[in-house]
């Protein structure tokens, strides 16, 4: 059965810096090229888009609030995506969900083009 199963949340002050950790196992991600996605949900918010990665890895997204300060390589040998994270804020604050898209082509923020879900991992960044 197709997972995701992320690590690396904590907590962290302003201005720090924290890896998380995506790993896809399963015979979809095995016979499929997938992009993937992270996402987040601060208490009493939407979740929202973060930042996404193509097939390949050569093409990435980012939502206008972490550019510059997010990026998501990815290593296809080893089926796992992360997300790093420098000088983050307390507005960073959130459960993390990394999600994948089987052979979606094209980058997306949308949460609906993503079918599978990891079981998210909290960031908490104090002042």
């Known amino acids: 059965q197709a997972q995701l199963v992320e690590s690396g949340g904590g907590l962290v002050q302003a201005g720090g810096s924290l890896r998380l950790s995506c790993a896809a196992s399963?015979?979809?991600?095995?016979?499929?090229?997938?992009?993937m996605g992270w996402f987040r949900q601060a208490p009493g918010k939407e979740r929202e888009f973060v930042a996404a990665?193509?097939?390949?890895?050569?093409?990435?997204y980012n939502e206008d609030s972490v550019k510059g300060r997010f990026t998501i390589p990815r290593d296809n040998a080893k089926n796992t995506a992360t997300l790093q994270m420098n000088s983050l804020t307390p507005e960073d604050t959130a459960l993390y969900y990394c999600?994948?898209?089987?052979?979606?082509?094209?980058?997306?923020?949308?949460?609906?083009?993503?079918?599978?879900w990891g079981q998210g991992t909290q960031v908490t960044v104090s002042t």
């Open positions: 990665i193509s097939q390949s890895g050569s093409s990435t």
């Open positions: 999600a994948a898209a089987l052979e979606l082509l094209r980058l997306s923020p949308r949460r609906d083009e993503y079918g599978y």
């Open positions: 399963g015979r979809a991600f095995n016979a499929y090229g997938y992009n």
